[in-house]
């Protein structure tokens, strides 16, 4: 079967590789669809602590059952499949934080991923409810943003985001619109879009119509959007330290801040007006992933149209063009690219 196997950074090989063998309690798929995202170029570029190459990358998995050693699951099952693995046993499990997991391994990481036409998942996967059967209507492609969408559905849950709050989302790639759908979904009043790439912007906006666009003066505009008053929910989706320096002023009072993308691991220190979130009553906080709950709502969100991503999915593309893929994701030139091995 052909692969797309990481062996350094900046080397990502398309090769021949044998077909992987069911183990004891996994399932083999054929992928139909993994869809790309911000995370696959970093890794492309720099490697990754977790990863010892070569490894087969992908991590937005969508497929179908070809041989299954696992009880209740049979060739022909549509399935979808979680990224982050947790453990299910430690201290964080048991109360029901899997996202934070400290024994967290991931698709793509600790286990061969999705760049390729067969991938057995693993047998913890299956141990921690993390294959979801993909509803009749839903299609592959659609199936593997249930990954990134439930990342996004884990930070608004973190920041409470619900109806009757204005929210402004910065950062307008495919994470940024899905968080505007799901704003949306979850009752928000307003939901803006912010971006400094005006391209970019103009681009997801078509797609997912905010209320307003902001691309130059971002307090400012924000400021006159809210008369003043502010968002009560502000979500970074761009890994700029600025950003989220930004984003503390941007918050209403008792207003909720997501950063919901990390900064680079060699830049992660920022300014905090202290004093700020003292008086105005603000929470700031983080978001790690999801949880395999996350990635069955996700999967519901998607197949009862609450959040719709099929119009999101702006390239498909063969395994063959993993590379060309990459770049068009690290120029942001489309919204979401998604891989058909
Ligand atoms: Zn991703
Ligand atoms: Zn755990």
Known sequence: ????????????????????????GEVKIRVRNCSTCGTDVKIYKHGHH???????????????????????WSPGDRVQVIAAI???????CARGRMTVCPNQESMGYHYDGGFGEYLTVPAKVLAVDGLNRIPDGV???????????????????????????????????????????????????????????????????ALVRPDA??????????????????????????????????????????????????LPKDNPIIACDSNLVHYRELTIVGANGSSPAHNARALDLIATGAVPVADLITERLPLTDILAAIDTVARGAAIKVTIEP
Do not use: W, Y
Not at 1 to 24: I, W
Not at 215 to 241: F, P, Y
């Open 139 to 205: 299609g592959f492609a659609e199936a593997s943003v249930a990954e990134p969408l439930a990342c996004v559905l884990n930070g608004q849950e973190l920041a409470r985001v619900g109806p009757g709050d204005d929210v402004v989302i910065m950062g307008s790639g495919p994470i940024g619109c899905l968080h505007v759908r799901l704003a949306r979904a979850r009752g928000a009043a307003r939901v803006f879009l912010a971006d400094i790439n005006p391209d970019r912007l103009a681009m997801a906006a």
């Open 86 to 92: 947790p453990c299910g046993r430690c201290a964080e």
């Open 1 to 24: 079967m052909k692969v797309a196997r990481f062996h350094a950074p900046g080397d990502l090989r398309v090769e021949e590789a044998p077909e992987p063998v069911t183990g004891p």
């Open 213 to 262: 666009t902001i691309h130059t003066d971002i307090e400012e505009q924000l400021s006159k959007l809210t008369d003043g008053r502010g968002a009560d929910v502000v979500i970074t989706a761009a890994a700029a330290g600025s950003a989220q320096e930004q984003a503390i002023r941007m918050a209403a009072r008792q207003g909720r801040i997501s950063f919901f993308g990390g």
């Open 50 to 72: 977790h990863i010892d190459p070569p490894r087969v990358m992908g991590h937005e998995i969508a497929g179908e059952i070809v041989e299954s050693a696992a009880p209740g």
